[in-house]
């Protein structure tokens, strides 16, 4: 069998160990909790809490509940509201996942900007009142661009 992974910093390097009220066995290869959900990795809890957890957002877990995608419709004229879809810029290169920090590394992540829609998905946004949605791209020598939408729907 593989070996365990090797402890989070900080923590003691036992088997068991509690991180953020978390309990984690090493033993098992599986992360307390988030074992018990929809899918390994995926806690119940992060169902429908308002975070599009990229973990949770699978079939067996229904996307996320609510939390990944709204539909293509949105009322702002700067996009803010924008839930839609759309995961390439303007020019046609991928966006990357809100919840990765590679190949850019961006402080535009759920914590930071919680009701924009942000989290486990690549779909393009406006967190920060931007003329329209964009997002981070996936290649080296473009780090974000803006993405074309439909119309706002007002």
């Known amino acids: 069998s593989p070996s365990p ?15 953020d009220g978390y309990y984690y066995s090493y033993e098992a290869n599986t992360f307390g909790v988030f074992s018990s959900g929809c899918v390994p990795g995926c806690d119940n809890a992060w169902l429908d809490d308002g975070e599009c957890d990229e973990t949770c957002n699978v079939q067996a877990c229904g996307f ?3 939390d990944c995608f709204d539909g293509e419709c949105y009322e702002q004229q700067d996009g803010s509201d924008y839930r839609g879809a759309v995961n390439e810029t303007a020019s046609g ?6 919840s990765h920090q590679w190949p850019q590394t961006h ?4 914590p930071n900007f919680p009701l924009s ?9 406006n967190p920060n009142e931007e003329i329209r949605p964009w997002c981070f ?11 074309d939408v439909e119309l706002p729907s007002n």
Do not use: E, K
């Not at 992974?5 to 991180?19: E, N």
């Open 5 to 19: 992974p090797p402890p989070l910093p900080g923590l003691a390097s036992s088997s068991h160990s509690s991180y």
């Open 64 to 66: 996320d509940g609510a």
């Open 93 to 98: 290169i991928p966006c990357q996942f809100w």
């Open 137 to 147: 791209t996936t290649s080296n020598d473009v780090v974000w661009d803006y993405c």
């Open 117 to 125: 829609g942000l989290g486990g998905h690549n779909h393009c946004r």
């Open 107 to 110: 402080v535009y992540t759920h």
